[in-house]
């Protein structure tokens, strides 16, 4: 029963580097979304997706990027990593975009230096 | 866009008592808003969410009421137990598919005193 898988839980990465957040859903759901949260500022949303092969921007998508080639696989890209974009990010996913439960995953967290 | 305000930021409550946490929000289209809980290192869990065509939900201890006129919602927990201890968070969508765009308030942190 694994629901929403993120990987890695923690990472360190350079400034300029570029890297790859992964989140994986088994539960054949056609909505994901990545979502930032920062102290003091809730969970803002990245990118989304409401299916295979479509993709829209939520509101803070600069300086990230994102894939919907299969239903379960939604990765997260970072281009050039910024110190702003430390940050514990948090992939989700729901059976439709239509106001059904949104299962978040356990989180990434990520600095930058 | 949407904004949405939450308060208070932190609340500490007395075991038995109850809590309420209340958001307001800025756009008039929006129709769906559920409340999530945060326990430490983990997602956010849906726990109860309410649409515009309802004023009144409730589950258990946990109750969620909506005045559309005012444009703002409360989570309200009754006879509190340790274990509710936890971040809380509002959330408000109102795009077309109703998680498209969900706006969430900046969260409440609620302790149990024992």
């Known amino acids: 029963n694994a629901g929403v898988t993120q990987t890695p839980k923690f990472q360190v990465l350079k400034t300029g580097q570029s890297m790859t957040l992964q989140c994986a859903q088994d539960m054949n759901h056609e909505y994901m979304s990545w979502y930032r949260q920062d102290p003091g500022m809730g969970l803002r949303l990245i990118h989304y997706s409401v299916g295979a092969g479509i993709t829209d921007q939520g509101e803070v998508p600069n300086g990230y990027n994102v894939s919907r080639s299969t239903t379960e696989d939604f990765p997260l890209r970072l281009l050039s990593a910024a110190p702003s974009q430390t940050s514990v990010y948090f992939c989700?996913?729901?059976?439709?975009?239509?106001?059904?439960?949104?299962?978040f995953g356990e989180g990434s967290w990520l600095t930058v230096v | 866009g949407e904004n949405v305000e939450q308060h208070p930021s932190t609340l500490s409550v007395q075991e038995g008592d109850s809590a309420v946490i209340k958001c307001t929000y800025s756009?008039?289209?929006?129709?769906?808003f559920p409340w999530y809980k945060q326990e430490l290192g983990k997602g956010p869990q849906l726990i109860i969410d309410i649409r515009s065509n309802v004023g009144e939900k409730k589950d258990q201890r946990i109750a969620v009421t909506l005045n559309k006129t005012a444009k703002h919602f409360s989570l309200h927990i009754t006879e509190t137990q340790p274990e509710d201890s936890a971040v809380y968070f509002c959330a408000a969508s109102g795009g077309v598919f109703g998680n498209e765009k969900l706006t969430f308030g900046t969260g409440t942190r609620l302790t149990i005193i024992p």
């Open positions: 989700a996913s729901s059976p439709t975009a239509s106001g059904n439960t949104i299962y």
């Open positions: 756009d008039s289209a929006s129709n769906y």
